[in-house]
């Protein structure tokens, strides 16, 4: 928590004595400009302690967005203020580019617009990633459409979540699967937009587990809204669907969650076994219990570059397919996404998974 706060005041800090120092402004305008900077980051807290469940709602989502949008806009300020930094340094940069200059701000406004205007675009787009698999365990074709990370509230509402179902029910899917955080963090916006019942249309059963976030918004009330919604919620359980068997894990947020070879106790391993699992930790434990396939979401592979570096670093697999013996993987990066709709050197996905008999 200490390095969640001191690193972007500290960022904070750092680009506002470049603004201030950039702006050829009267002292007055630039303190205003150094201010507005700092309400728009304190805007951020408004949506991680909800304080905008209390405000109308176009005024919550507005508050929502640019609090979260401020603390990527600081990242690639502060990214680009250091590299100007480093070429005046080296005296490849004259020192009065960065002091009391039009140009040179009306340059960084220029590239920021075109970056995030891109960022925004891309995560629009959703990539339709497709993977196939055999299996001996399997007599006839089986398809699929998983999902992660829909953060459903107040920036991906309902309107946004019915364009996705209608890419859903295009695949003709059998069964979809949801790896967790349906929820972004409020339920006001999911209630008061009856959004279960876009779930309702999907036109094949729909199974999930919990992610991180479902506990950030109350564990309760989203088992509730899974029930509206007609969701088979897998929390720490097993089902199965013709010869697939499908063992669904409470979250790590849990710290009493079941042990992985407690739940597959109860499984059919002569199915075809997939794991939900939100957060991709200990892969290992999937292959030890021969589950055949494990999907995940949690890291958004980092939701932009270079974030997604970190979580590269941090995850035995942080995006994509990954194999360990027998058992397959793949780690998405998220339909949705938390906050700010930028997707810069990552993107937003859903995952068309075609099971198919050995041959």
Known sequence: MLVFLLLPL????????????????????????????????????????????????????????????????LLYLTMLFLALDVLRLVRLLPAAWLHNNWWTASGIVLCLFALFLYGNLHYRHKHREEVQLRSAKLTKPVRLVLMSDLHLGYHNRRREFARWVDMINNEHPDMVLVAGDIIDGSMRPLREERMHEEFLRIDAPVFACLGNHEYYSGEPEARQFYRDADICLLRDTTTQLGEICIAGRDDRTNSRRLPLKNIMKEADTSKFCILLDHQPYHL????????????????????????????????????????????????????????????????????????????
């Open 284 to 359: 290992e434990q999937a292959e030890r219990e021969g589950i055949d396939f494990q999907f995940s979401g949690h890291t958004h592979h980092g939701q932009v570059w270079p974030i997604s570096w970190i979580t590269d670093a941090m995850y035995e697999c942080a995006f994509g397919r990954h194999q360990r013996g027998a058992t397959s993987y793949y780690v998405s990066s998220g339909i949705g996404i938390w906050g700010c709709k930028f997707r810069i050197g990552t993107r937003s996905e859903y995952l068309v998974l075609n099971i198919l008999p050995a041959q």
């Open 10 to 73: 500290t960022a904070l800090a750092y680009v506002g004595w470049h603004i201030w120092q950039l702006l050829p402004l009267a002292w007055g305008w630039r303190v205003l400009a150094v201010l507005l900077m700092l309400g728009a980051f304190m805007l951020l807290f408004a949506s991680i302690f909800r304080t905008t469940d209390s405000l109308p709602m176009p005024l919550a989502t507005a508050v929502y967005e640019v609090g979260t949008s401020s603390i990527i806009v």
